[in-house]
């Protein structure tokens, strides 16, 4: 402080300053960080999948598949998918991660038609597995962005506190003859991936 001259206070409010806008984080009987720089995602391209948006930031994406099993959907996620609740989907669970960081959790149940997924390399780009396999294209059919708190074993899986703000992305991706494709939804670690317009 007495080399740049500046008051303690001034420092406090410049340090508030920046845990305010993201780029500090304070954690309680620890110190104060460097944030990871936020992922930014544009709202009109929050249709790209997870790599997309990473090569978007000049990050390398990676996954880590948690679960992948053929599992009789819920009746909402059936609905979407045009089948009977109860009808085997394809759930998978990943951890996405951006840099090596954890930015997300994803949770997916692909139609019945897509069960081909299961015998695939689940870690790697699953948009270009599909797109490669029988040219599908996906489009948001509807979507929605949600705030929650990560639990305790979301936490651990994302590496953050319990109680981490997460924004939560629920999607219905259809193909472009509007099929249903899969219902998606992510946990994402709110200060490493920002929104804008």
């Not at 110190?31 to 391209?45: E, P």
């Not at 840099?99 to 949770?107: E, H």
């Not at 929605?144 to 990560?150: E, F, K, R």
């Amino acid at each position: 402080m007495q080399l740049f001259h500046v008051s303690r206070i001034t420092v406090r409010k410049a340090i508030a300053e920046l845990v305010s806008d993201g780029v500090l984080v304070k954690e309680r009987g620890k110190g104060t960080y460097v944030c990871d720089k936020a992922m930014n995602v544009q709202v009109q391209k929050i249709n790209r999948s997870f790599y997309e948006k990473c090569r978007l930031n000049q990050k390398e994406a990676s996954s880590k598949l948690l679960k992948a099993a053929l599992l009789p959907m819920p009746q909402e996620i059936a609905e979407f998918l045009e089948e009977k609740p109860g009808s085997l989907g394809v759930y998978i669970e990943m951890l996405r991660l951006a840099d090596n960081v954890p930015v997300a959790l994803d949770y997916v149940w692909y139609h019945i038609r897509f069960s081909y997924l299961l015998s695939e390399n689940l870690e790697s780009e699953l948009y270009e597995i599909i797109r490669k396999r029988d040219g599908t294209q996906m489009n948001i059919a509807a979507g929605y962005l949600d705030i929650g708190l990560a639990t305790a074993q979301e936490a651990e899986l994302l590496k953050v506190k319990k109680g981490e703000p997460l924004l939560i992305e629920r999607v219905n991706i259809v193909d472009n003859n509007g099929k249903p494709v899969h219902y998606g939804k992510m946990l994402i670690v709110g200060r490493r991936y920002r929104l804008y317009y």
